[in-house]
């Protein structure tokens, strides 16, 4: 039976929690219907519903958390997680305000904090790496920028629900925690107060609940995996870029789409769409170790300008570079020169997923913080995808990557 309902706001968000607990032997499940029944996942431990809602209008995403929340509660799941973007970036406020309310519950404590990859929350200001978040990269981010670096003016953006630092008091409760050992003592305060009912955090308070809710195994071991490496890239997030910037030092071949290729409906489908696609599975054969990249050489500006020529909105390019991406894996996905696969950015995951009809994963275990290595069917086969969030990982991440693949 299903212990504990994660419902995150989008796809690689979605993986990253799940694997905390499928990383220790929970059977763990994430999926994308937002309308399932929950008795036809009577097998799984852990359900983690990724509900698309990064992107919505606050008022969408909190309607749809809250139908969500009411339909769990109802079926009698003991547990309910909100899970967040360790940067705040997405619907926070109107999020929050949603599980509060339809869980029936008082209290909502929030603990944002994913030390592990320096992502902390101190005196209710939040940080990335020592750099309050709204001066980081992602008060830059291009689709969703964080103006606010104190957690309560970040949730009083979109709700009235108090914020305070009192576990005990009616409300949100933001805790602070610089460590993993915070996240922990603040599990097991919560845990004696028999306040774990609902919660809501990034991957980082997930990864402690495991053990707070009884749910710890025996820890999973991946698979051997292909040696060859393509990274299909939609993130412009500037960790990202430095990542792809130091796999082009070692040897990766770097395929950056024109303006044409990630924007144009219907480009992978015309004549010159098909002779590209002909040309990258030759050099997919030919190069071991590939990246197919979404941002312009040096920034965006031939995108930006494409797109204006055209009148597309920011919202129209993100969701266009994402699903060409998705037919782009579409048409390689049966090649034998596939190799490992790893996707970079939550739309970009999704948009791919969907290219291939596949609507539920089950994360295994973690390759490295925040690379998830999940399994899925693909007509009537197992197949394996790495996934990352573009905001997470080392600079030399792909570089480490290749390396462990070839040595395992």
């Keep these: 039976m299903i212990r504990l309902l994660i419902i995150a706001d989008d796809f690689t968000g979605a993986l990253d929690t799940g694997v905390q ?53 109802k079926s009698g799941i003991p547990h309910l997680y909100k899970k967040t973007d360790s940067a705040l970036r997405g619907n926070i406020g109107a999020e929050l305000e949603a599980i509060l309310e339809a869980s029936g519950e008082k209290t909502l404590p929030f603990l944002p904090a994913l030390p592990r990859i320096g992502r902390t929350t101190v005196g209710g200001i939040h940080y990335i790496k020592g ?140 004549a010159e769409g098909e002779t590209q696609l002909e040309k990258l599975r030759t050099m997919l054969h030919d190069s071991p170790y590939f990246i197919i990249d979404s941002n312009d050489f040096g920034g965006n500006g031939p995108t930006e300008a494409y797109a204006a020529e055209r009148g597309l909105t920011i919202s129209d390019v993100r969701v266009g570079i994402s699903r060409g991406l998705g037919e782009i894996l579409g048409s390689l996905f049966t090649s034998p020169d596939l190799g490992t696969l790893l996707i970079t950015g939550g739309d970009t995951l999704l948009q791919c997923m969907q290219e291939l009809n596949v609507s539920e994963l089950e994360p295994v275990c973690e390759l490295y913080p925040g690379v998830v290595l999940s399994r899925f069917a693909y007509r009537g086969c197992t197949k394996h995808v790495l996934s990352k969030s573009g905001g997470f990982g080392h600079k030399t991440l792909l570089v480490d990557l290749k390396n462990s693949l070839s040595e395992s």
Aim: glycine letters at 8%; a negative charge; charged letters at 20%.
């Design 131 to 270: 750099v309050p978040v709204a001066e980081s990269v992602f008060g830059a981010d291009p689709f969703e920028p964080v103006t606010h670096s104190a957690v309560s003016d970040i949730i009083a953006e979109q709700s009235t629900a108090a914020v305070h630092g009192d576990s005990s008091a009616p409300g949100i409760c933001v805790f602070d925690a610089e460590t993993q050992e915070d996240l922990q003592r603040a599990g097991e305060t919560l845990k004696a107060a028999g306040a774990l009912h609902i919660a809501a955090g990034s991957a980082g308070f997930a990864s402690v609940l495991p053990d707070l809710l009884g749910l710890r195994r025996e820890a999973v071991t991946a698979p051997k995996l292909d040696p060859r490496l393509l990274v299909i890239c939609g993130s412009v997030n500037p960790i990202t870029l430095e990542q792809t910037a130091e796999a082009d030092k070692e040897g990766f071949v770097h395929w950056r789409l024109s303006p044409r290729q990630k924007l144009e409906p219907g480009y992978w489908q015309s």
């Design 21 to 73: 607990m499928a990383g220790c032997g929970a059977v763990t499940k994430v999926t994308t219907d937002t309308g399932l029944r929950f008795a036809d996942y009577a097998d799984a431990e852990v359900l983690v519903i990724d509900a698309e809602t990064r992107h919505l209008k606050p008022n969408a995403a909190g309607t749809l958390v809250r139908g969500i929340v009411e339909r769990a509660v």
